[in-house]
């Protein structure tokens, strides 16, 4: 089937949006080409010639019961499909793997509750989630101060991250890799710049990357002192403070 | 009139199911007030509507036979031309701005106000057929 | 001077009255007459529009590369923000209820004049003032507002945005909101009083149906608005922590204000355009309305739905009740697709002509069925996650609201001869037509592929993808074709100026507006026909070609 210009994306619950979004593509290039067809040769066929009054037809019940009919039973379909996917992608089943997401402005602050490992960075030092693959990874979502959006493209998912809210949610990446995340809610000047990645590892590099942090805690909160005073003269630097992450 | 009153209050009913159902499936409280008060906003005209359409005799404009000389005549009477909207226009413009630069222009603003509200009722009360 | 409004019988030929009073900028400031009113209304909002549409140029000229230097970062967050906003509260709402249906609307019924028409006149001076308000936050020393034209809290308080822009935008959108309002009244107040005799509710044309909707869904909806805005305020400048959780406050309140508000305000704006194409349709292809009926009882179901569907914007706070949005969301397609059907079943054995106006509903209609067939992947909330905040809602909500456009510039070619009494250039307008369209597409299109490879809205910039520029520069030269477009429409009306005369009913027009005079009198009818269908100037000139029912055949000629 054709993928209509998405992509299957590298979690279990990406892969059954994407099939959604080729069934929904498929409606709607059917609908489309039915529309477009109906009106093009209505524009071909019925252009004017000379000066005759056409039958002044104003009614056709049949007709219209069907075209009001049909989208009906169009649309429940889409609303069970919908449902499908979606009440399995709102699940939250219990997990062993838990990651507390904080965004502020502008960076992300990754934590692992249960070990000492916290990451954070602003802006274009692309702070790294850090997450095992083929395992239920479960992530609280909150905000320190605005409206953030926590989007990951290849995920095929973005959720709010919202002050006073934990959104709760769950990830099970199917391969490893790193993947590009973005802040994607409007939350102030460098809004543009509220970059992280998602580095998905196999199980034995994230226990080993969990158990560098060990002992190490004051070295991740020092980090995030040096971060606010970045945030206060607002220079983005290239530099990772998370170095664990690397 | 019948089918005025009619429009409203199916939108008010239709508004009045919706706000039960979201109230009593959803854990929020905003949408469910914000329904309510729309159903309301329904079934208050409507049911003024209503009410006068039991009441009173079929107007021309409800009548499906009637003859334009039937509405011939006068609908009503309202000042020709008026500065009165412009006044009163430009003293909501100063409140709005002392919102923004200071409480000073509150006395232009509400001064005009003022000034175009007296304005404008004595105009209608001029008013009339001149 | 005391007017009154009074209506002709069918035979009266009064000769036009003498016309005394003031003249020149005074008689502007002192109108009631509702033709002045909606003239400075569209002109105005005209104006609005290519002020929009200048932020927009300026927006695509900056992501023409993905680190561009043209603008800072602030600066554009000013400049979307602004363009949202003019082109949302300024530019759509207030040319179509203020403008074109302040004009047409009492012509279409037989009404001398809008009921309450100081309370018209006023509507007009808070809109003018209101986008003054808002406008005038460029020149402030902190800019203009730029928390988005959505201002979510709270990044819209006073510590995220203080500054006398964000301000002068709450106090914009004061203005401008009570001005929707009182239109609303006045337009409900002049449907349900002033038809004339014979114009019961279901002779009504579409246009006007479509605006009394509208008028009821402004009543519903533009109050909340309001409501939410003083809440701001008193947040941002009296201490009260509605929208602030340091204060036991509750942000996502805002977006469920703003959106109940929000939602319907899409459909305040859609109506209007729906009813310009659906009269439009008709005209040129010589025949009725298909379906009148289906098409009034769709407009109803679309406003009824369209108050129950606002946190579809919301899906991605997690904090909404995803199935009941969902349902109500994706049930708002069949009313519409109603009304396309019945567009093309108007079309459907015409005799059509493809003038400037029906070209330009033709094109409303192919753009707007892309941006209704994308919004109904959106109305289903995993799609939802996974495009929210992408470029492929900015796609999708562009091919609506330019649909909105090239059927508002369809009305003005359509209806601009009545209310000026002179014909607009054909060819310019053709042309202007092509810009439009095609402009639209190479805009709107690479948009769509940009939001599913992953580029979010409201980016200055985008070093992590520069290959995206590629797709960037396409849509930035859609809009550069967009812009020529407005720039034909502006040689047109130089070149067109008081040279065509247009005279009474140049297309052979079926509502009653065109029974008149072009431009109609002072209290818009000298005479009235018999008003028997939707169609009464249609009835007068072409008595044996009456509507036929469902099952009817034409008799033999
Ligand atoms: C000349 C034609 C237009 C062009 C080239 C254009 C371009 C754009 C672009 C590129 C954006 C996205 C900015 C960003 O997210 O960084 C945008 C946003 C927007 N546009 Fe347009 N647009 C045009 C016409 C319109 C019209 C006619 C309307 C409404 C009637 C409109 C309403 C909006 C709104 C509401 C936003 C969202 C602003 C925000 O994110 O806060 N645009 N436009
Ligand atoms: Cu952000
Ligand atoms: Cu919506």
Redesign the interface.
Same mark, same amino acid.
């Given at each position: 089937m054709p993928s209509f210009?998405?992509?299957p994306g590298d979690t279990t619950?990406?892969r059954?949006?994407f099939h959604?979004?080729q069934g929904?593509s498929i409606?709607?290039v059917v609908?489309?080409a039915l529309?477009?067809a109906?009106?093009g040769y209505?524009?071909l066929r019925?252009?004017? %010639?000379g000066e005759?009054?056409?039958?002044?037809? $104003?009614?056709?019940?049949p007709?219209?019961l069907a075209?009001?009919i049909v989208?009906?039973l169009i649309?429940f379909g889409?609303?069970a499909?919908?449902?499908v996917?979606?009440n399995r992608?709102?699940a939250n089943p219990p997990t062993k793997v838990t990651i507390n997401v904080n965004a502020f402005q502008w960076g992300w602050k990754f934590s692992y509750p249960g070990s000492s490992a916290v990451v954070v960075g602003q802006t274009?030092q692309d702070p790294v989630m850090v997450m095992p693959v083929n395992t239920d990874v479960h992530i609280n979502l909150t905000s320190t101060?605005?409206?953030h959006?926590f989007?990951v493209?290849a995920f095929?998912?973005? %959720?709010?991250a919202?002050?006073?809210?934990v959104? $709760?949610?769950t990830f099970r990446a199917l391969n490893t890799g790193t993947f590009?995340g973005?802040?994607?809610?409007?939350?102030?000047?460098?809004?543009?710049?509220m970059?992280f990645k998602v580095k998905v590892v196999t199980d034995a590099q994230y226990q080993s990357w969990l158990a560098s942090f060990s002992g190490n805690t004051s070295a991740a909160y020092s980090s995030s002192n040096a971060l606010s005073q970045q945030l206060s003269t607002g220079v983005a630097t290239k530099q990772t403070l998370s170095s664990g992450a690397k | 009139m019948r089918v005025e009153a009619k429009l409203l209050l199916g939108l008010g009913l239709f508004f009045g199911l919706m706000c039960a159902v979201y109230w009593n499936w959803s854990l929020e409280n905003a949408g469910g007030v914000m329904m309510f008060a729309a159903m309301l906003l329904g079934f208050l005209p409507g049911g003024y509507y209503y009410f006068w359409s039991r009441r009173m005799r079929a107007r021309p404009e409800d009548d499906p036979n009637a003859t334009a000389a039937q509405g011939a005549g006068v609908v009503g009477t309202f000042p020709g031309t008026s500065i009165w909207p412009f006044t009163l226009g430009m003293g909501a413009f100063f409140t709005v701005l002392a919102l923004v630069f200071g409480i000073w222009l509150l006395i232009p603003g509400l001064g005009l106000v003022g000034w175009a509200a007296i304005g404008g009722v004595s105009e209608s009360r001029r008013g009339g057929r001149v | 001077m005391t007017d009154l409004l009074e209506r002709p019988a069918a035979a009266e030929h009064p000769e036009p009255a003498e016309q005394h009073g003031p003249t020149g900028l005074l008689k502007w400031l002192t109108t009631t007459d509702h033709k002045v009113i909606g003239l400075s209304y569209t002109i105005t909002s005209v104006m609005m529009l290519v002020i929009g549409g200048a932020l927009a140029e300026l927006i695509r000229a900056q992501l023409t590369s993905p680190n561009n230097t043209l603008v800072s970062f602030a600066q554009y967050n000013e400049l979307f923000t602004m363009h949202g906003s003019v082109m949302i509260y300024l530019f759509a709402g207030p040319f179509a209820f203020g403008g074109l249906a302040n004009i047409i609307v009492p012509i279409q019924i037989g009404a001398p004049d809008m009921a309450f028409p100081r309370l018209n006149a006023l509507s007009y001076w808070l809109y003018l003032t209101g986008s003054i308000t808002m406008l005038l936050g460029f020149f402030t020393a902190g800019g203009a507002a730029n928390f988005g034209w959505v201002a979510y809290a709270p990044l819209s308080n006073s510590l995220n945005t203080p500054g006398a822009g964000a301000d002068l935008w709450i106090g914009g959108l004061l203005l401008t909101g009570f001005s929707a309002i009182f239109t609303g009244v006045n337009l409900v107040a002049t449907i349900f009083y002033l038809r004339a005799p014979g114009m019961t509710m279901f002779r009504m044309p579409i246009f006007t149906w479509n605006l009394l909707v509208t008028a009821i869904l402004i009543l519903l909806a533009f109050p909340v608005l309001t409501a939410g805005l003083i809440m701001l305020y008193a947040d941002r400048h009296f201490g009260t922590h509605i929208f602030s959780v340091a204060g036991g406050g509750v942000p996502v309140l805002w977006q469920h204000i703003f959106w109940f508000w929000g939602h319907p305000e899409v459909y305040i704006l859609a109506l209007p355009f729906f009813g310009m194409a659906t009269e439009i349709f008709a005209t040129f292809s010589k025949k009725p309305v298909f379906g009148y009926k289906g098409m009034v009882f769709a407009t109803i179901t679309i406003a009824a739905l369209s108050l129950g569907v606002w946190a579809h914007h919301m899906f991605t706070t997690g904090v909404v009740l995803l199935p009941f949005f969902s349902i109500m969301s994706l049930l708002i397609a069949v009313p519409t697709g109603i009304k396309i059907f019945n567009w093309i079943g108007t079309m459907w054995r015409g005799q059509l002509w493809f003038s400037t106006a029906m070209l330009m509903a033709i094109g409303f209609l192919v753009t707007f069925l892309i941006g209704g067939l994308t919004g109904i992947y959106l109305a289903s909330p995993p799609l939802d996650f996974f495009t929210h905040d992408t470029y492929f809602v900015v796609a999708h909500f562009h091919s609506v609201v330019m649909a909105l456009v090239l059927a508002g510039m369809g009305g003005l070619y359509y209806w601009g001869p009545k209310v000026t009494g002179y014909m607009l250039n054909e060819r310019i307008g053709k042309a202007q037509f092509w810009f439009l369209f095609i402009g639209t597409q190479v805009f709107t299109l690479p948009m769509y592929a940009l939001g599913l490879d992953g580029m979010p809205r409201r980016m200055a910039v985008y070093p992590h993808d520069p290959q995206w520029k590629a797709l960037n520069d396409v849509a930035s030269l859609g809009a550069l074709l967009i812009g020529l477009s407005t720039v034909l429409f502006v040689v047109n009306l130089v070149v067109s100026w008081k040279k065509y005369p247009a005279g009474d009913n140049p297309w052979d027009a079926q509502t009653l507006e065109w029974f008149t005079t072009s431009p109609p009198p002072h209290h818009n009818f000298y005479r009235l026909p018999a008003i028997r269908s939707e169609r009464p100037t249609w009835d007068y000139n072409h008595p044996e070609h009456r509507a036929l029912g469902h099952g009817t055949r034409e008799e033999s000629h």
């Open positions: 210009g998405a992509k619950s990406s059954s949006v959604l979004w929904f409606g709607a609908i489309g529309v477009l109906l009106l209505a524009v019925y252009r004017a %010639r005759a009054i056409p039958a002044q037809t $104003q009614y056709h019940i007709l219209e075209y009001t989208p009906i649309v889409l609303f499909a919908t449902l996917v979606e992608e709102v274009t101060d605005v409206v959006g989007y493209k095929n998912f973005s %959720r709010y919202l002050p006073g809210v959104n $709760q949610f590009f973005q802040c994607t809610q409007l939350c102030g000047l460098y809004h543009s710049l970059f | - | -």
